[in-house]
């Protein structure tokens, strides 16, 4: 009897191709684990959101600190509850273009404004406009507590006064 090239007889002990049954159920375990933890990062979002925005508010005001010192004029972080963004005035007219290299961030209304949508179900406190002077301190250089609430549990970020270095709490 004639034998087709590379198919052996049942019963041989080579090895057939393939996965084996455990291999395939060890695969099928680790996709689980993998999309259970997927989807509880998924289902709670919030917490994520919260300090992401968290991070935002403090590049920003470090940015405007430090834009203030570079170009040696007033730079206005604004706080609202809708976004926080970066102005050349207290009435935010006149709005700081993002740096080079980054994009205008999309929900704020202008691409060319260097700012921060505010997540829904997050809240900011206080609202209020801090100026930047051109040394870096804020004017009036009193301290200023920014809590960021809608997570686990709320966030904060200090300015300090005098020097308008930001730090966490």
Request: glycine letters at 8%; aromatic letters at 6%; one cysteine or more.
């Amino acid at each position: 009897m004639k034998r087709l090239p590379g198919v052996e007889a049942l019963g041989s002990d080579s090895c057939a191709p393939g996965f084996t049954v455990v291999e395939l159920v060890i695969v099928m375990l680790v996709i689980g684990i993998l999309s259970a933890v997927a989807i509880s990062r998924f289902a709670r979002q919030q917490p994520y959101d919260s300090m992401e925005f968290l991070n935002a508010v403090q590049s920003l005001a470090s940015f405007a600190r430090s834009t203030a010192v570079a170009q040696r004029r007033d730079v206005y972080l604004q706080l609202t509850s809708s976004h926080a963004g970066l102005c050349w005035d207290a009435s935010c007219s006149s709005p700081v273009a993002p740096p080079a290299g980054i994009s205008g961030v999309t929900g704020c209304g202008d691409a060319l404004w260097f700012c921060s949508k505010t997540p829904s179900e997050i809240s900011i406190s206080p609202t209020v406009t801090l100026d930047f002077t051109p040394s870096g301190a804020l004017s009036p250089p009193t301290a200023v507590t920014i809590t960021i609430s809608g997570g686990d549990s709320p966030q904060s970020l200090i300015v300090e006064g005098d020097t308008g270095y930001v730090h966490g709490s």
